[in-house]
């Protein structure tokens, strides 16, 4: 069965840093890899999504790699801002392309 | 505007009186879904929808059943709710989840007493 790991379980930042965000699953037998962003009281919101055969997708500050022989993506954050402060989700979607298996997400603070 | 639409967005009830939350996409989506959140559990999928009349189990079926009657609709029925339900619900929603971004709803915040 698929496992998502997701380290830190939390991050606090001062304003402007650069920052790192790691995904491990542990079947690599993946479909695609996408990574959210969950506001408090919200529903998620999708900001990539990368396809097996992608090695990463950008947008705007943010950018996700995938390295899915090692079972690893990481999400960077450029610049980071008050704003971004959210909790941070990726989700593995299987082979059979019916399935989602989130990680337990990193929650992120940026402080002013 | 896309969206996802559940309702209600708060629901307080009582062990087993049954119980429906709505969920409806206006993007045409093939694909929907429902999750629960819980703390310490993250994101489990209850049940999913391929399309019209084709829905299968998730990791956490138990004491849910859904419909998909019609292409936009995707209720969560619990039929004899249980406190071990209270949780906060998602349904969601893609044109392919094999290749294109999941929508998701605002969520439910159920609690079972």
């Known amino acids: 069965k698929q496992e998502v790991t997701q380290i830190p379980a939390a991050l606090s930042v001062p304003e402007g840093e650069n920052l790192v965000l790691n995904c491990s699953f542990t079947d690599s037998a993946i479909y695609n890899l996408q990574w959210f962003r969950q506001d408090p009281g919200k529903g998620l919101t999708s900001l990539l999504l990368i396809q097996s055969s992608q090695r990463e997708q950008t947008s705007g500050r943010l950018n996700a790699s995938l390295d899915k022989s090692s079972g690893r993506s990481t999400l960077y954050i450029a610049a980071s801002q008050p704003g971004d402060s959210a909790t941070y989700l990726c989700a593995v979607g299987n082979n059979a392309g019916n399935m989602l298996t989130f990680g337990g997400g990193t929650r992120l603070m940026v402080k002013p | ?113």
């Open chain 2, 1 to 113: 505007e896309a969206q996802v639409t559940q309702n209600p967005r708060y629901l307080i009830t009582v062990t087993g009186k049954k119980l429906t939350v709505t969920c409806s996409q206006n993007m045409n989506h093939e694909y929907m879904s429902w999750y629960r959140q819980d703390p310490g559990l993250g994101l489990r999928q209850i049940y999913y929808s391929m399309n019209v009349e084709v829905t299968d189990k998730g990791d956490v079926p138990e004491g849910y059943k859904v419909s998909r009657k019609e292409k936009r609709n995707f209720p969560l029925i619990l039929e004899s709710p249980s406190p071990n339900q209270t949780s906060l619900y998602f349904c969601a929603s893609s044109l392919s989840v094999r290749s294109e971004k999941l929508f998701f709803g605002s969520g439910t915040q159920l609690s079972v007493l």
